[in-house]
């Protein structure tokens, strides 16, 4: 059988929207989404679902969108991904689930994402999204944090009857889909609806509610709650600490990115945050979180939206699908170069950053090759705004203020990886706030993984825990 | 939750609330602050709990008005709920248990200052205060203050009230005048805080100053309130807002502070002229 080609995914202009904060990829028609399912081999083993951490039936539901059967498909997938509008649009499928497709051997494996982007897109236009009926437990479950991870674990209890409360210190729920992926990549008002199905299922949303401030785990218990599952994520953005990252105009990119699509300052002045972005932009970084920034700053007016990056194209975490579209849009990669200090003028402001040339020596830990400086080989790049986008970490504020907690000395808490339990009894946690910053999918999955065993704890009558 | 229970005009540019939110007023500890955002399209800003009440759940701000967030919030009225209010913040303020301590406050600075001198009332600490203003109708919470301090100094730059100068020269005279203090606590202006520990660096006094950078989310979370303290980089919502006002690099604050003057203008005009349905 002659091997098709993938069907492309319609996309934006990259030269409009470089200007624009609209959705880039557009999404498959009903004739793609069939086309595109029709190439797969419905494979008796099935690897693909082997690189999904949720186990998505991946055949079963691009099976019924070949029959048209748009509705049983996204019941399909829901049955194990309960945020599927998401995941299609930000998994970074090309090492997961279509890693693993049959067909990338000779050619393109399917477009796994973009189908399951598909039918939760026709869901939410036509569907019905059913709230199943529940018998109440009577048993209250306390998580913080309404990231991926929060969420997921406690949607997954409320539909095993529990009464959940999500604690979010923030006055949107969501985490980092909410503050840190802008607009142009997954639209807030599908985050929003995949919030409401959770509300909808009888989760109560707690906002402006800081865990360890407004109230501590402690006293959380001591309100009735039989279990607490900590998804708080992994917030603290990490500097270089090198001479002049205080001047205006260096920005963290959780600050740039909450600035932007939080508190939506690219609507400016309509919205009452600002934001200086200017025309030389260069993100420190190579992750979707620099990818997000740099093509933030491009759609804020950037004439040069650069990329500064100490490793090689191959190491760049990003998802190969943004690295594409940054491309497209003009970003500019200088990679091999790492900062070494930043410049300004008398008022305070960034007008340019060292770098200096890397090169890449021996393997390191992470199995990478670890990058080291080229002695002599500084150079200087001019920039108006400078935005570090190195990694984050977990928020200490938790493990400081409850008793019996432990962590990693870099922030991660420690659990159980079987059943998300931490050190102190009752109390579960997942997601970034365990594993640093990973992915939304690897986050709903130690969501379900807790919610499972918070449910055999809670419903065993067990009291040793 | 978030209601204006009572509003008070203490001078044309400062105004007090106090707000049921009985979480936070429950937990709160002076020195802490909260964050707020008035309505959807609104900035999150942070005010100092500048009292609370644990048994009616209720908190006071005072604030000054100073751009849009600040003059939109002071056309709430009672009964109004302001649409977010998140806390406490920031690290409870290190106060002594003993001692002499001398508490400097300039303009709406006092308001978080009064926390403190309330607390070290309550722990018998004997307290002198200095509280200015550039003119005498700008002087807020004088009765409070006086309730709190053994021994209270009001400053107006213009002189139309008590001693003609800045809180920093009163402090500097007290001081020459061989009075003797424990640790200072000043919060006011920057410019006024920097003057303080200038006053007082010499003589070797501990100065506690509260930092007041921009922030966004208070929490830890964007690194938009670092300041550097000693050659190190702090996050002032987490690490403060009181630092050691001999160890902070002020030019670098001030600057910092500084970074949005033009994008303030503009948002006050845009409300101004686009305004209406927001009520300016
Ligand atoms: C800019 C950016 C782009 C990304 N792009 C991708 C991508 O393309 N694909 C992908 O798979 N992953 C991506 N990621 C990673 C992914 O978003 C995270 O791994 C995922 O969101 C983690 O989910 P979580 O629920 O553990 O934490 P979070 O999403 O961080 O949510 C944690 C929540 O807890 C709240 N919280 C924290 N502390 C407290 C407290 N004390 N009390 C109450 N609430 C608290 C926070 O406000 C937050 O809402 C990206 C991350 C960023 C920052
Ligand atoms: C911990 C802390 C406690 C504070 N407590 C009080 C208080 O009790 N009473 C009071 O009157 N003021 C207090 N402030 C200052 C107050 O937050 C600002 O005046 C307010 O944010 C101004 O917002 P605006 O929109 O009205 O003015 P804008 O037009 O935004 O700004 C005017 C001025 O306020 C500063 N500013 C702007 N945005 C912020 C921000 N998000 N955070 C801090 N400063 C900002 C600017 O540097 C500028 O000088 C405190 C600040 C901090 C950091
Ligand atoms: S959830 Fe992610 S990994 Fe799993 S099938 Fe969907 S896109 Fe692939
Ligand atoms: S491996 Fe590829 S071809 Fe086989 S079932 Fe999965 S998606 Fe279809
Ligand atoms: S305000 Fe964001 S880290 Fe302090």
Redesign the interface.
Known sequence: MAVKKRVEMPTQDPMIRRTNFDEVALGYTEEMAREEASRCLNCKKPLCVEGCPVSVDIPRFIELIKEGKFQDSIDVVKSTNSLPAICGRVCPQENQCEAKCVLGRRGDPIAIGRLERFVADWEMAHGKSEIPNVSKTGKKVAIVGAGPAGLTCGGDLAKLGYDVTIFE???EPGGVLMYGIPEFRLPKSIVKTEVDYVKKLGVNIE????VG???TIDEIFAQGFEAVFVGSGA???M?M?IPG?????V??A??YL??INL??AYL???????I?SGKKVVVVGAGNVAMDSVRCALRLGAEKAMIVYRRGREEMPARAEEIHHAEEEGVEFHLLANPVRIFGND??WVTSIECIRMELGEPDESGRRRPVPIPGSEFVMEADTVVMALGTSP?P?IVNTTDGLSAHSWGGLIVDEETGRTKRPRVWAGGDAVTGSATVILAMGAGKTAAKDIHEYLSSGSEDW | MNEIVHKEILTPVTKKIVVNAPLIAKKAQPGQFVMLRIREEGERIPLTIADYDRDAGTITLIYQEVGLTTMLLGLMEVNDTIMDVAGPLGLPAELPESGKVVAVGGGVGVAPLLPKCKELHLRGVNLTSIIGARSHDLIILEDEMREYSDDLHICTDDGSRGFKGFVSDKLKELIDDGMTMDEVIAIGPMLMMKAVCEVTREHGIKTWVSMNPIMVDGTGMCGACRVSVGGQTKFACVDGPMFDGHLVDWDEAWRRANAYTEQEAIAVEHCRCGGGNNGC
Request: proline content about 8%; aromatic content about 12%.
């Open positions: 210190s923030l006055h906002l402006d509610f800081i401030r407004t109230l917030g603290l953005p500097f600490h990252e205080n001047l205006n105009g920005y963290s959780n600050e909450t600035r508190m939506k400016f002045p309509e919205y009452d945050t600002p200086v008022k305070g928020n504020i």
